[in-house]
Nanobody, 128 residues
Framework: QVQLVESGGGLVQPGGSLRLSCAAS????????LGWFRQATGKERQGVSC????????YYSDSVKGRFTISRDNSKNTLYLQMSSLRPEDTGVYYC?????????????????????WGDGTQVTVSS
């Protein structure tokens, strides 16, 4: 089964940028639909952005549309989330998730939280 390790979180001022990475191992990377999920303190984990196995189809939540960009490099077994114009409400633990292609669509993965494997998460704090 695929193993996921997130990196790239940290403290950033409002309006700043960060790039998160999720490195995968242990399985064929391009068999999986992948996504980024966010969990703020005291709140449920929510889908932020998800991407199809080949990278052609993407989904963004309304709260990040136009500010975040999801991408994947199947040759490097890595998922990315480029975050720009960050806001305090973007603060939370960001998790990488995976589900086998054919079990979901990218949009369904994000909207319904359909994930079979999670990473351990990386903290993002947006504060002045």
């Amino acid at each position: 089964q695929v193993q996921l390790v997130e990196s790239g979180g940290g403290l950033v001022q409002p309006g700043g940028s960060l790039r998160l990475s999720c490195a995968a191992s242990g399985a064929t990377f391009d068999y999986y639909i992948l996504g980024w999920f966010r969990q703020a303190t005291g709140k449920e984990r929510q889908g932020v952005s998800c991407i199809s196995s080949g990278g052609a189809l993407t989904y963004y939540s309304d709260s990040v549309k136009g500010r975040f960009t999801i991408s994947r490099d199947n040759s490097k077994n890595t998922l990315y989330l480029q975050m720009s114009s960050l806001r305090p409400e973007d603060t939370g633990v960001y998790y990488c998730g995976a589900i086998n292609q054919g079990m979901s669509s990218a949009e369904e993965m994000c909207v319904r939280g359909r994930v079979v494997k999670w990473g351990d998460g990386t903290q993002v704090t947006v504060s002045s």
